[in-house]
């Protein structure tokens, strides 16, 4: 089962930003994860639970005040995948452990 994707974006001028990096700023790859996990409670639910992350890669950085799309599979029971993507381009990928979708 795959969930909608929905467009959203990080504004420049978010807390989570702040020195990463001065001139050249790019959204931290934990605050990515973070926005990963509310999605997918949206998607899937509430009581969704995040039990582990399999895996994680991070191909290239998200700017800050661009759109990109958070794409959730679930896989099998238990297993769900993610991507991160902006105009097509995969921007992040990986697949999460989780309880209760």
Same mark, same amino acid.
């Given at each position: 089962?795959? !969930?909608?994707? &929905? &467009?959203?974006?990080?504004?420049?001028?978010? %807390? #989570?930003? =702040?020195?990463?990096?001065?001139? !050249?700023?790019?959204? %931290?790859? !934990?605050?990515?994860?973070?926005?990963?996990? =509310?999605?997918? &409670? /949206?998607?899937?639910?509430?009581?969704? +639970?995040?039990?582990?992350? +399999?895996? !994680? +890669?991070?191909? /290239?950085?998200? =700017?800050?005040? +661009? %759109?990109?799309?958070?794409?959730?599979?679930?896989?099998?029971?238990?297993?769900?995948?993610?991507?991160?993507?902006?105009?097509?381009?995969?921007?992040?990928?990986? /697949?999460?452990?989780?309880?209760? #979708?």
């Amino acid at each position: 089962m795959t !969930a909608g994707a &929905r &467009r959203q974006c990080v504004p420049r001028s978010h %807390p #989570a930003l =702040a020195g990463h990096f001065p001139g !050249a700023p790019i959204v %931290p790859g !934990a605050w990515m994860l973070t926005l990963i996990e =509310a999605e997918c &409670r /949206k998607q899937f639910g509430a009581r969704l +639970r995040i039990a582990g992350i +399999r895996h !994680a +890669r991070f191909r /290239k950085p998200v =700017a800050p005040d +661009r %759109p990109f799309c958070i794409r959730l599979t679930l896989l099998a029971p238990g297993e769900m995948a993610f991507a991160i993507e902006d105009d097509g381009i995969r921007l992040v990928e990986g /697949k999460l452990v989780v309880d209760g #979708a």
